[in-house]
């Protein structure tokens, strides 16, 4: 077993120093997702502790045949998306606040009661009862590595599976009216479309994707909170930017979001 809490710090010295990570030190590497987990607790009580405020929602990373193609991991992964990192739709964010900024395109949906810990699996229909709103979101994502592709899976999950961000569009209390699976999302860059998706292509329906994190957290002794948001799964590739772009993405019947990366 590594030193958590060290391990933890090293990711959150480089997080916010903005100092690309080679690979942590073998002694402090997790062995398996139980580990990378356990880090990534510690480290979101770090991060928390020095400023960057509570974690206020979720993402799950890897939910899509076309990320899991992309990032050559065939299974989700979790992770926290802290306050301070929150926008609001149309947001300006700064594109030197990071080391390589991307974007994801995802239904996000908003937790109005608790899903407590509890021993047995959560069923789509019980995460479905506790969704208040649904909206369109933007996910901000930071490759803050000498080069990700060489890691492994348990570091990135340790590290908030490359988590930075996200901007939120306005909430969708009606979202019961239509079947998310089917919803299209559409993602612009300065005016040209490069590239789209539908909610199903997200493990078969965002409420999967929200049913497994609430699961995967419930067995780890974690639930998730009312008032909290849930990232179910870019249904487009990240799309990594240049200084100065404007980001839009469209998802029917949920709206637009929004943000410009000036250099």
């Known amino acids: 077993m590594p030193d958590i809490a060290y391990a933890a710090l090293v990711l959150a010295e480089h997080r916010l120093e903005r100092d690309p990570l080679g690979e942590l030190p073998p002694e402090l ?23 960057l405020g509570e974690v206020a929602g979720h993402k799950i990373g890897c939910t899509t045949p076309v990320m899991q193609a992309y990032l050559k991991i065939e299974h989700p992964c979790a992770g926290g998306v802290f306050e301070q990192t929150v926008h609001r739709s ?3 964010v700064p594109h030197d606040k990071f080391v390589r900024v991307g974007v994801e395109c995802e239904i996000v949906v908003r937790l109005g ?75 612009t860059i300065n005016g040209a479309e490069v590239g789209r ?27 998730l909170r009312a008032g909290e948001f849930v990232f179910t799964g870019s249904v487009v590739a990240t799309k990594w930017l240049e200084p100065g772009d404007h980001v839009v993405m469209d998802i029917e019947r949920l709206g637009r979001v929004e943000a410009t990366f000036p250099g």
């Not at 062995?31 to 356990?38: G, I, K, R, S, V």
């Not at 699996?121 to 479905?128: L, T």
């Not at 999967?208 to 002794?221: D, K």
């Open 197 to 223: 998706g539908r909610g199903a292509d997200v493990m078969g329906h965002p409420l999967e994707a929200l049913a497994w994190l609430a699961s995967q957290r419930a067995q780890r002794g974690h639930g």
């Open 90 to 92: 149309p947001a300006v």
């Open 29 to 51: 590497r997790p062995a398996d997702e139980a580990e990378a987990y356990a880090i990534q607790d510690e480290l979101h009580r770090q991060l928390t502790a020095r400023g």
């Open 113 to 187: 009661r608790d899903l407590p810990p509890r021993l047995e699996p959560y069923s789509r229909a019980e995460v479905a009862d506790a969704v208040v709103a649904c909206m369109a979101g933007m996910e901000i994502v930071d490759a803050r590595y000498v080069d990700y592709s060489k890691l492994d899976t348990p570091t990135l999950i340790a590290d908030d599976f490359f988590d930075a961000g996200c901007v939120l569009g306005p909430e969708v209390g009606a979202w019961r009216e239509f079947d998310l699976g089917d919803l299209t999302g559409v993602t």
